[in-house]
């Protein structure tokens, strides 16, 4: 009788001890638990007495890994099944999304304007918080200014937002307006005097200078040129031809300063041809360097030798009325 019932309790003990045997167990980790958007994470898990292993759903091998690339913070889970018993092991992958940079649309309604015009600066943009114009100072992320630069003026806007900042220019081009009309010829005079065109023009056309590198003319230059032109388009002088020489300072290389001297001509060229002189009665040349108006090494030399010099060359009227003449 008591070894009947030492068998019976046996049995009972093995068909437990089965029983605890077979409830599966399951594992898994991350490599990383912490990513950014667009990395790579690979998984890793291993189970006992499954019969089957899922990670969120999808069947997987019982034992394995896989690389996973989430796209926002993820909680993975594993799931082993035995019949009706179950484990689960659960892992989390911060996922952190960048911000994304700013883009900057910028543009002007009318990117050439005589002086003393308007012009609309329009901006829009996407991801950033305010934009700075130069010159103007910080705004709204999108609107509009009016402006009226007073001479040729490359405005630059910096959006900036978290991801960043972007920028984009715009150069604004202001042209003078052209003279009016010179007055009619006075009536001939009976009373002439004899000039000396050459001699006149030396003492009206006055040299034009220029800032380092460049070859933009600043207010007083403008000023000079209106001279000019004013008294190249007196009808006495309105045949009258001449030579646009430019010139450089010692720095830089010679190749450059030619290249230099050549825009700084013709810069007085255009500028005059705006105002009403004819393209034909003028010749432009660079000389670079190799003309020094003063000999030196410092920038009281350098100043007086980024120049234009105004050469005559023909023309003319050397008999002409006098005021008040019968």
Same mark, same amino acid.
């Given at each position: ?39 790579? +994470?690979?998984? !890793? ?6 019969? =089957?292993? #899922?990670?969120? *759903?999808?069947?997987?091998? /019982? ?83 009016? +402006?009226?630069? !007073? ?6 806007? =910096?959006? #900036?937002?978290? *991801?960043?900042?972007?920028? /984009? ?158």
């Amino acid at each position: 009788m008591k070894l009947r019932q030492c068998a019976l309790l046996f049995s009972i003990l093995v068909v437990l001890g089965m029983g605890v045997a077979c409830k599966p167990q399951v594992s898994l980790q991350a490599n990383r638990n912490q990513i950014r958007q667009g990395e790579d +994470v690979t998984l !890793t898990w291993t189970s006992k007495h499954a019969k =089957t292993v #899922t990670i969120n *759903g999808e069947p997987v091998a /019982k034992t394995g890994s896989k690389s996973v690339t989430p796209q926002q913070t993820t909680n993975y889970e594993a799931l082993a099944k035995r019949g009706d018993k179950e484990a689960r092991a659960f892992v989390r992958v911060e996922v952190e999304i960048p911000t994304p940079p700013p883009t900057l649309s910028f543009s002007a309604d009318r990117d050439v304007i005589e002086r003393g015009q308007n012009t609309t600066l329009r901006w829009s943009t996407t991801n950033a918080e305010s934009v700075d114009i130069v010159g103007i100072g910080r705004l709204t992320a999108s609107g509009s200014r009016q +402006v009226s630069p !007073t001479t040729s003026t490359t405005y630059t806007a =910096t959006a #900036t937002g978290l *991801g960043g900042t972007d920028s /984009k220019s715009v150069r604004i081009t202001v042209n003078e307006p052209p003279p009016p009309p010179p007055p009619p010829p006075p009536p001939p005079r009976a009373t002439t005097r004899t000039r000396s065109v050459s001699n006149e023009f030396a003492q009206v056309v006055k040299v034009i200078y220029f800032a380092f590198d460049s070859a933009e003319l600043d207010e007083e230059m403008q000023a000079r040129l209106r001279a000019t032109a004013e008294w190249l388009n007196r009808s006495e002088n309105r045949t009258v031809r001449f030579r646009i020489e430019g010139h450089c300072d010692e720095r830089g290389t010679e190749e450059y300063n030619l290249g230099l001297g050549d825009r700084r001509a013709n810069s007085a060229r255009d500028f005059l041809i705006s105002l009403g002189i004819s393209s034909d009665r003028i010749e432009t040349i660079s000389y670079g360097e190799s003309n020094p108006a003063v000999e030196g090494h410092d920038e009281d030399a350098w100043k007086l030798n980024r120049r234009d010099e105004f050469v005559y060359v023909e023309g003319g009227e050397t008999v002409v009325p006098v005021e008040g003449g019968a």
